[in-house]
């Protein structure tokens, strides 16, 4: 079965840092678009940052406190976060964009909570 399973969410205070993982199963998302995107309570999904052959790729909001990588040998994505703020709190989700022989294909995982409160 073919999934991108996410971890590293949780509760942490405003300033702090916290390190989300994407990793990847069933198959190799090397050569995939990696992307990150988030949903706070009411408000529609929106793009977080992403990482693609072009370069890497932010929302003005995260733009010098978030990083986006991936580590093609461990098949998996990373999303540190620096200098939180309450308004990053959101359910995080990672995605993953290719091209196959039979066509495009997106994996999304199952998403994590982000939680910045004092």
């Known amino acids: 079965q073919v999934q991108l399973v996410q971890s590293g969410g949780g509760l942490v205070q405003p300033g702090g840092s916290l390190r989300l993982s994407c990793a990847g199963s069933?198959?190799?998302?090397?050569?995939?678009?990696m992307a990150w995107y988030r949903q706070a309570p009411g408000k529609d999904r929106e793009f977080v940052a992403a990482?693609?052959?072009?370069?890497?790729y932010y929302a003005d909001s995260v733009k010098g406190r978030f990083t986006i990588s991936r580590d093609n040998g461990e098949n998996t994505a990373y999303l540190q976060m620096n200098s939180l703020k309450p308004e990053d709190t959101a359910i995080y989700y990672c995605?993953?964009?290719?091209?196959?022989?039979?066509?495009?294909?997106?994996?999304w995982g199952q998403g994590t909570q982000v939680t910045v409160s004092s």
């Open positions: 995605k993953a964009d290719g091209v196959e022989a039979y066509g495009e294909i997106t994996f």
């Open positions: 069933g198959r190799s998302f090397r050569g995939y678009d």
């Open positions: 990482i693609k052959r072009s370069g890497t």
